[in-house]
């Protein structure tokens, strides 16, 4: 078995498209160190990389895409930017699960969930397919489902918030201890998006993994992960303890993103959108910081040179108006 | 009018078009053989057209060229007249293209309107109109004009154009009441009734535009369908002998000439088969090429 | 359950009224033929000096109902014969039942064409995943424009040139009949090989022009397929290379069986032009030659019994549909 709560370290990731315009960058430099049994979250406006980040974790960026640079470190596992064929995987699932957006369709819609549970452990030359069969019906029942039930219904008859927790079950039944969740609330209603963070945030610390969450949604953030990232144009613009990040953010955009959220109580007027749009593939800067064209706090230096990510303490920054302030 | 005062349907639309051209352009570009496909049909078309002008109504018989192989004299042979079989191609032309395009404007102006009748106003007339294209399409068509060729002679190929035409609309209207049905889903219509426009100016200004490709496409298949269907039909010799049609040479030159027992008769067969081929290969060229352009999982960059 | 039995009454309703529509078809043609033939062997009849309603019996049995009813008389009795599965009497074939010459010739016309379709499902299904898998290299392009040339050859066509190459220019098959009548029908070597050898052309041209449109449907289902999220997911769950094949290939499949029941029903009627060109004795030669020879009953039953044949391979379809789609079985999914 694997050792519990693997950390893993992210460091120089570049993941490039091609396109018709050449190959473009998706993430461009990223490093980020998930701490070994910590919650990270990374939160991003769409097209800000975010998810095909996510999928560099398995070293399954899709075709047209694929990582140019950098390495992704994970204990027990090496370089997974490395492995290939069997290896790989053998790595998927087993090592690292995966859990899908809510609103996608995860599941084979002509088997039974119970089938495709065998099929998964088949894949992996789980000898024991009872037992395998009993640990999901656990976990199932763990986070409130009727396991039996479940595993004998196909992807149709299973609502939303039941499909998402499927997702979960066979992404950690075989035991995978580091786990990435691709906005796991997303299409979900409140209530149940409640009910699937504090499943994540439970499961998490009884089995001891290391977890990424994926969001646009900085509420999902704030409630679950103790380290927060932002992405913006496939940069790591900021990232530090969430409540930090939350309280006292650096960087123009975290800034922005949070000024951007209504509150339930008090002036909607305070809530401020930020003006512009994210960039997309093709429209992300050449060259100087990715953010300047919406940038309050835009400094001529911003044209010409690509912000370095600067660390002070728990705390990382990649901003040329960060950095003079701290250095005048 | 309109354009100026909803600045932005108007500009969109007409953006869409400037871009449908364009990739029309793109795809020609990328693969040649498209515009071979064009030129083909281009080809036939002016065959059918002009072709017979160059010939007498009654092409002169050789009796002492009888059912003879391919020479300088007769590039394809003559038939068991003595007639020149490349002659009878191009005089036959006209019957298969004529009717083809009677096929086709009905199939166009049935299907169409139907299609849009049943998209726009739903309910129960969908329902019944569309019980009705599924049994067209359900009823063995063939065989069904065998059946029907008991009573009508098909001499003419505008009759014979409008029964394959009043047989053939059902593609087209699935095509276009589907299209119909999944801009009203997308909030098209919605929209633009809700910018005041007319249903008549929704229709031909809107809708129709963004539609033109799909039934452009299954009109090419009706069609298509349709030259198959009435040379088969003559090949067949369930009709008269004496139309002018590529499925009557093939019917002589297999059944009277023995093209498939001796090769004297082989350019009788060949050549109408090359025609079909050739005009097959056309279509299929050009259905290639919108499948790409209307279909853009199919496009990949 | 309940769900099965309400399409299953659906469909029946529906394939009754079409085949009401149908032999309401063979009715008016029948009642429409210029010349009106019944009128003429009616008077001749008369002549030859049998009574009037010998003459009209006669007339019946022959076209269905009596010449000088009226129209809705005319009607009621020509449908009433069609239930009782009386479909008249050949007038080409004097002395035996239509149904009877029905029957010998959907058995030349059933195994051929059943030969070819499974032959053309098989390899056209298989090719088709290639076609999909490969789909940006030299093999995809070149199986899809196979595909599409076969498909869009007419039957016809690639009879006549199958048997000009292998009949005429290189003579190693027979293209003439289904058997050799030299041979003593029966269970013997030699009567069975030469049926065999006849059926290759027949088969080969069914298959090949069959072949085409699986191969493209296959192709576009699979890329579908590919581009579903659960392969992605599946993917990603480090799921064996072969089960993640028997995802595709089963979910990519299940459109394709609802054509191939489709198919199976049109077969009847499939192989008109195979069927004279190699003067194979089956459904559809019987009917060009009932045509020629304006035997309206026995046109009228062959068309009515194509027809029958599509109408039940729908219901089939369907319920086949039901069986291995849970999405339709539980009612959800749309037809």
Not at chain 3, 315 to 335: H, K, M, N, Q, W
């Given at each position: 078995m694997a050792q519990q709560a693997p950390g893993v370290r992210i460091d120089g990731l570049t993941v490039v498209y091609k396109t018709s315009a050449g190959e473009l960058p998706a993430v461009r430099n990223v490093s980020l160190t998930l701490e070994p049994g910590s919650i990270t979250g990374i939160v991003g406006e769409s097209g800000s990389g975010k998810s095909t980040l996510a999928l560099s974790l398995l070293n399954a960026v899709q075709p047209p895409g694929r990582i140019a640079a950098g390495s992704v470190e994970i204990d027990g596992l090496g370089d997974v930017v490395g492995l290939q064929g069997e290896e790989l995987r053998k790595a998927r699932g087993r090592h690292i699960g995966y859990v899908f957006q809510a609103a996608q369709n995860s599941l084979n819609p002509l088997k039974t969930v119970g089938k495709q549970l065998l099929d998964l452990g088949r894949s992996h030359g789980v000898d024991d397919l009872r037992g395998l069969v009993r640990d999901a019906k656990e976990l199932l029942g763990r986070m409130g489902l009727d396991g039996a039930r479940v595993l004998d219904s196909h992807q149709h008859e299973l609502s939303g918030g039941m499909r998402q927790r499927v997702g979960i079950v066979l992404a950690l039944v075989l035991n995978a201890h580091v786990v990435?969740?691709?906005?796991?609330?997303?299409?979900?209603?409140?209530?149940?998006?409640a009910n699937i963070l504090k499943i994540v945030r439970e499961v998490h610390a009884e089995r001891g993994l290391t977890t990424l969450v994926i969001t646009h949604d900085i509420g999902v953030v704030a409630e679950v992960a103790d380290r927060l990232a932002v992405m913006y144009g496939g940069r790591l613009v900021e990232q530090g303890p969430t409540r930090e990040v939350l309280g006292a953010p650096r960087h123009p955009y975290t800034k922005g993103l949070i000024k951007a959220i209504p509150r339930l109580v008090g002036d909607i007027d305070e809530a401020r959108a930020l003006p512009g749009r994210p960039p997309t593939l093709a429209t992300v800067p050449k060259e100087g910081c990715v953010f300047r064209e919406r940038c309050a706090a835009r400094l001529d230096v911003c044209d010409t040179v690509?912000?370095?990510?600067?660390?002070?303490?728990?705390?990382?920054?990649?901003c040329h108006a960060v950095t003079v302030k701290e250095h005048a | 009018m309109s354009a100026t005062l909803i600045p932005e349907t108007g500009s969109a639309a007409a953006s869409m078009r400037r871009n449908f051209w364009r990739g029309v352009w793109r795809v020609m570009r990328r693969k040649p053989s498209r515009m071979v496909g064009v030129v083909i049909i281009v080809g036939f078309a002016f065959m059918a057209v002009f072709g017979p002008m160059f010939y007498p109504d009654h092409l002169p018989g050789d009796t002492n060229a009888i059912t003879k192989p391919p020479s300088w004299e007769h590039w394809f042979g003559t038939d068991p007249q003595g007639r020149d079989v490349l002659a009878l191609v191009v005089t036959g032309s006209r019957y298969v293209l004529l009717s083809a395009a009677v096929t086709a404007l009905i199939t166009v102006v049935l299907g169409t309107g139907l299609g849009l009748f049943s998209g726009f106003k739903r309910g129960r007339w969908d329902t019944v109109l569309m019980r009705?294209?599924?049994?067209?399409?359900?009823?063995?068509?063939?065989?069904?004009?065998?059946?029907?060729?008991?009573?009508?002679?098909?001499?003419n190929p505008v009759q014979m154009g409008l029964v394959l035409g009043l047989l053939g609309w059902g593609g087209v209207a699935r095509a276009v009441r589907a299209q119909t049905l999944s801009l009203r889903e997308r909030g098209f219509i919605e929209a633009a009734r809700g910018l005041g426009l007319s249903t008549s100016h929704i229709i031909g200004k809107e809708l129709l535009p963004s539609m033109a490709p799909y039934i452009a496409m299954n009109m090419l298949i009706a069609v298509t369908g349709a030259v198959y269907a009435q040379v088969g039909l003559f090949f067949l010799g369930v009709l008269p002998y004496e139309s002018n049609n590529w499925g009557v040479m093939l019917n002589l030159a297999v059944f009277q000439a023995g093209a498939m027992i001796t090769p004297y008769a082989l350019g009788y067969l060949l050549c109408p088969l090359l025609a079909i081929l050739l005009l097959t290969l056309g279509i299929v060229l050009v259905v290639d090429a919108m499948d790409e352009i209307f279909n853009p999982r199919l496009r990949e960059e | 359950m309940t769900i099965i039995a309400r399409r299953l009454a659906g469909h029946l309703a529906r394939g009754f009224v079409m085949i009401l529509v149908v032999a309401t078809i063979s009715f008016f043609i029948v009642n429409n033929i210029p010349g009106d033939p019944m009128a003429a062997r009616y008077e001749k009849l008369i002549e030859q000096g049998m009574s009037p309603e010998a003459a009209a019996q006669n007339v019946k049995v022959l076209y269905g109902f009596q010449p000088n009813g009226t129209l809705w008389q005319q009607y009621?009795?020509?449908?009433?014969?069609?239930?009782?599965?009386?479909?008249?009497?050949?007038?080409?074939?004097?002395?035996?039942?239509?149904?009877d010459v029905l029957m010998e010739a959907t058995k030349w016309t059933i195994l051929p064409v059943l030969a070819g379709t499974l032959l053309s499902f098989l390899v056209g299904v298989i090719l088709g995943v290639y076609a999909a898998i490969k789909r940006k290299g030299k093999l995809g392009d070149a199986l899809a424009i196979s595909g599409s040339l076969l498909h869009g050859v007419p039957q016809y066509v690639l009879a006549m040139l199958l048997g000009v190459i292998f009949a005429t220019l290189i003579p190693i098959l027979p293209a003439d009949g289904p058997v050799d009548i030299l041979f003593e029908p029966g269970f013997n070597a030699a009567y069975i090989g030469s049926l065999i050898e006849h059926a290759v052309l027949p088969v080969a041209t069914y298959a090949l022009s069959a072949y085409g449109g699986w191969i493209l449907a296959m192709k576009s289902s699979v890329v579908t397929v590919l581009g579903d999220d659960f392969i992605l997911a599946a993917e990603l769950r480090g799921m064996k290379r072969s089960i993640i094949f028997r995802y595709i290939a089963r979910n990519a499949i299940l459109p394709l069986f609802t054509i191939l029941a489709l198919s199976l029903g049109m077969l009847l009627g499939g192989a008109v032009f195979i069927e004279k060109i190699f003067n194979?004795?089956?459904?559809?030669?019987?009917?060009?030659?009932?045509v020629n020879d304006r035997d309206y009953a026995l046109m009228g039953g062959a068309f009515l019994l194509i027809t029958v044949a599509v109408v039940v391979a729908n219901?089939?379809?369907?319920?086949?549909?039901?069986?291995?789609?849970?999405?339709?079985?539980?009612?959800?999914?749309?037809?």
């Open positions: 990435v969740l691709d906005e796991p609330t997303t299409a979900l209603d409140m209530i149940t998006q690509d912000p370095e990510a600067v660390a002070d303490g728990p705390r990382v920054v990649a | 009705i294209t599924d049994m067209k399409l359900t009823i063995p068509g063939l065989p069904l004009l065998l059946v029907l060729a008991t009573v009508w002679k098909f001499g | 009621t009795d020509y449908m009433g014969g069609l239930f009782h599965l009386d479909l008249g009497v050949s007038v080409s074939r004097p002395g035996t039942p239509v149904l194979y004795p089956g459904l559809g030669l019987l009917l060009i030659n009932s219901i089939v379809a369907d319920l086949f549909y039901t069986v291995i789609d849970p999405r339709v079985r539980s009612g959800e999914g749309a037809s």
